[in-house]
């Protein structure tokens, strides 16, 4: 559906819309096909106005592991793919803040990296016990400019944003919910997530569509004012030394 790739499965279900990150063999490791595919999704998806509500989640153990190693190990050595990425990267952040309809996360295990940021940039956040948050961007030696940092100043404290960004620590799930990273812990994160997307499903939609977007102004907002420096930070963050030595050695330990 929406001409997606392998990599992102989506069904429908009556208006509402499943959305799966379909690599289970890699963690749901985000590459360069599902990382295109994300970019071209959230507007596409937005235009289907058979669409009411949206539930993503993750295939296998994982919501996603984040950046696929040796697609980060590309990135460091090749400009064009670096530049598409970082065009896409915009357009997954702005495509989040701008979806027309509400978009519930199922974080049904490890979220990490640009996982990390599709759940904070969903609208309601249901998370399995087992499962954790963490932005690790800064460890592998980048900018994280699609990451948590964008969007976790408007959840939480300004101390913690910078502790999680800056160490990449884990967020277990129940922390997540005391700090406001995510609303349930869920025995089930995928159905609890169904059930709440078609509750609001059954509310009158020009209600829903324009009190998400009044909210979502607020994110698009803080999103804009540092989006721009943050990826032109990251570019240059792939090409340094530290970046590629890291990468390196993670590549080397995978094979």
């Known amino acids: 559906m929406y001409d997606m790739p392998p990599e992102i499965d989506v069904c429908a279900d009556g208006p509402l819309r ?15 096909d599902l990382h295109n595919g994300l970019a071209r999704l959230w507007q596409r998806m937005s235009d289907d106005r058979t669409a009411r509500a949206a539930v993503i989640t993750g295939s296998g153990r994982a919501f996603s ?20 990425t970082i065009a896409d990267g915009r357009e997954i952040v702005l495509g989040m803040a701008r979806c027309r309809i ?39 030696g980048l900018v994280a400019a699609d990451g ?10 300004l101390l913690l944003a910078k502790e999680y960004a800056l160490t990449g620590v884990r967020i277990s799930a129940q922390r997540a919910v005391e700090l406001g990273l995510a609303n349930h812990l869920a025995d089930d994160p995928v159905a609890e997530a ?13 209600a829903v569509e324009s009190t998400k977007r009044v909210l979502n102004v607020h994110l698009e907002r803080a999103v804009l004012a540092t989006l721009d420096f943050a990826l032109t930070a990251e570019n240059q963050s792939f090409q340094t030394e530290d970046f590629r030595s890291i990468v390196a050695k993670l590549t080397a330990g995978k094979n």
């Open 148 to 157: 948590g940092p964008l969007t976790w100043p408007l959840h939480i404290s």
């Open 194 to 206: 169904v059930a709440c997307a078609k509750r609001i499903m059954e509310l009158p939609q020009q």
């Open 18 to 32: 499943i959305i799966t990150l379909n690599r289970p063999e890699a963690l749901n490791a985000v590459n360069d």
């Open 102 to 140: 509400p978009v519930v996360a199922a974080v049904n295990g490890p979220a990490v990296g640009l996982g990390c940021s599709l759940v904070a940039l969903s609208d309601i956040v249901y998370i399995a016990e087992e499962a954790y948050l963490a932005d690790p961007h800064v460890q592998v």
């Open 65 to 84: 592991a984040g950046g696929d190693f040796h697609y980060l190990a590309e990135l460091a050595q090749d400009a064009d793919l670096r530049a598409k």
